[in-house]
Structure formats: structure tokens, C-alpha cells
């Protein structure tokens, strides 16, 4: 939507996914490095390259600006996500 790229997913694998911290790591890097591209070439007022789905419409998803918002939305709810996992799984709670 913001920088022209498709979106293929395949959500039943996300959930069967295996693989190294290594390589995890590895991805995590080239992914910040395309956000980032994509956030200096992207006009936050700029209309999108893709037609939102019609539910959509009304919403402020319907500007680059509003997608990337509900980016930083969607990575903040798996930031917090993961603490309160990692604190489960290691028995700790920050103070």
C-alpha cells in the first residue's frame, strides 16, 4: 500500500515456522532496512499505490500516512506481545 510491494501471506506457516536466532536476526535487519527506505521515500498525504479493500474506505488507512500509523500500531501490539511472553517464560516481572 505504501511502497508498491504485494502482500503475499501465507498465516497458517507463520505459526509453523522454524529456524536459527541467527537467521531470525538476519531477517529482522533486512526488514528495518526496507521500512526505512520505505518511510524516507514515502509523502505521509501521498494517496496509496494500491486500492484499499472496501471495508476500508472511511478509515485513515486510505493515505500512506495512515498506513504506516497502522504499522507502527500493529508493531507495538507484538512488541508488547513478546515482553509479557518473555516475561511468562522466564518467570521475571519488571519493575
Known amino acids: ?7 503475499e501471506r501465507d498465516r497458517h506457516a507463520e505459526f509453523m515456522a522454524e529456524g536459527t536466532v541467527t537467521a531470525l536476526r538476519a531477517r529482522v535487519r533486512a526488514t ?20 484499499p479493500d472496501p471495508g476500508d474506505v472511511g478509515t485513515p488507512y486510505v493515505s500512506k500516512g495512515g498506513v504506516l500509523v497502522h504499522i507502527l500500531e500493529e508493531l507495538y501490539q507484538h512488541l508488547g506481545q513478546m ?8 518467570g521475571s516481572h519488571p519493575v
Open 32 to 51: 528495518r532496512r526496507r521500512l526505512e527506505d520505505d518511510l524516507v521515500a514515502a509523502a505521509g498525504d501521498a494517496a496509496l499505490r494500491a486500492t
Open 83 to 90: 515482553e509479557i511472553s518473555r516475561d511468562v517464560l522466564l
Open 1 to 7: 500500500m505504501v511502497a508498491g510491494r504485494a502482500i
